[in-house]
């Protein structure tokens, strides 16, 4: 069977470089700061008292992410021959699709993707570890704990004030991926006189930059499954994120017979990045996924941090719909695209990407 069939199990592939298609045009959309897994904090009020004792570390990608190797080749124009390259290394698909919903306390579904991410932390957790933290925020939800009685302040009228914690001058939001990590935070400190709220996780981030926050500390009495992510890190993601999340959304919800044509279709007009290296030489190769058959795939993601997550050192650079068109018309031998290979994700085909394919070359 095809190894990117659309099929729970993960499945092995290998990567390489060796696509020739059209450069793209737009700037590369790294984030320009990580974050740093959380150390022991204590719980702050709404009043703003408490203290992180470990910081949000600002670094540049480049400086950050451990440089895996990986094949280029020329990336250059329509039917490029590509240069010789290496065997591809080895690559290992996660599940393809959206995990089922847990409750670790009943009746508070998790955030099971940034759950996950965050279960996977080590101590002193790498560059990419965190920058998938910092992707599975941007989906989903989180809770708030709120001093008080939640309910009671909104049917009041009232504001629910971001519960906080400090470090000298900074100020931290806090923030939960699910009941557990919720009451990890009651036992920490003791304060039963809480309530915990819901809300949409692109809501809480916007909230929290409206604010002067130097960040968001996730989970953080959850240690080592805890972290503090910097407010450059929070801004750069919102400005490359799609305000549709049309790609996401699809990926995260249920599919059926008609869900890679829907997928395909948003790809027509959503904001697009592919993998990208410079070689020594000054050419650039896009990366593709090469099945056991020698089938093969360009990797297509919804957002730079889908990428950076993957920790191989490549460039995220911008491209649009009818560029993809361009690049798979250049190359017959391309069988389609894979979308978020970090996962959730899905593989399409040429027929899928009837849309993309009949778009004007750019």
């Known amino acids: 069977m095809a190894l990117f069939s659309r099929r729970p199990a993960p499945n092995a592939a290998s990567e390489s470089t060796d696509v020739a298609a059209p450069a793209p045009t737009g700037e590369i959309a790294a984030a320009s700061a990580v974050g740093t897994a959380a150390g022991n904090t204590t719980d702050g009020t709404a009043s703003g008292e408490g203290d992180i004792t470990a910081a949000a570390a600002a670094a540049s990608i480049a400086d950050a992410v451990p440089e895996v190797s990986i094949s280029i080749s020329t990336f250059g124009g329509p039917g490029a021959a590509p240069a010789a390259v290496p065997a591809p290394a080895p690559f290992t698909l996660p599940s393809p699709e959206m995990p089922a919903v847990t409750e670790a306390v009943p ?35 989180l809770y708030l704990r709120v001093k008080g009685d939640a309910r009671a302040l909104v049917d009041a009228g009232k504001e629910l004030p971001l519960s906080i914690a400090t470090r000298g001058d900074e100020r931290f939001a806090l923030v939960f991926s699910g009941g557990e990590a919720l009451r990890d935070a009651v036992n920490a400190d003791g304060d039963t006189d809480t309530s915990a709220v819901s809300k949409p996780a692109i809501e809480v981030l916007n909230e929290v930059l409206t604010d002067d926050f130097a960040g968001i500390a996730i989970d953080h009495a959850s240690t080592p499954h805890s972290a503090i992510l910097p407010r450059q890190l929070l801004e750069r993601a919102l400005v490359d994120l799609d305000p549709e999340l049309a790609v996401k959304t699809l990926l995260l919800g249920a599919r059926d017979a008609a869900t890679p044509a829907a997928v395909a279709g948003v790809l027509v007009s959503a904001p697009l990045w592919l993998a990208a290296r410079t070689t020594e030489s000054g050419d650039m190769g896009i990366a593709e996924v090469h099945t056991e058959d020698g089938t093969r795939y360009i990797e297509v993601f919804s957002h730079p941090l889908e990428l950076i997550a993957l920790g191989r050192g490549d460039e995220p650079v911008q491209i649009t719909g009818p560029q993809l068109g361009a690049a798979l018309r250049s190359d017959d031998g391309i069988t389609g695209v894979i979308v978020d290979p970090a996962g959730p994700w899905i593989s399409l085909t040429r027929t899928d990407l009837a849309a993309v394919l009949a778009l004007d070359a750019p």
């Open 107 to 141: 009746g508070m579904p998790d955030n099971v993707l940034l759950k996950a991410a965050l279960a996977a932390l080590v101590a002193d957790a790498p560059a990419p570890q965190l920058m998938n933290v910092a992707r599975q925020l941007l989906q989903g939800h």
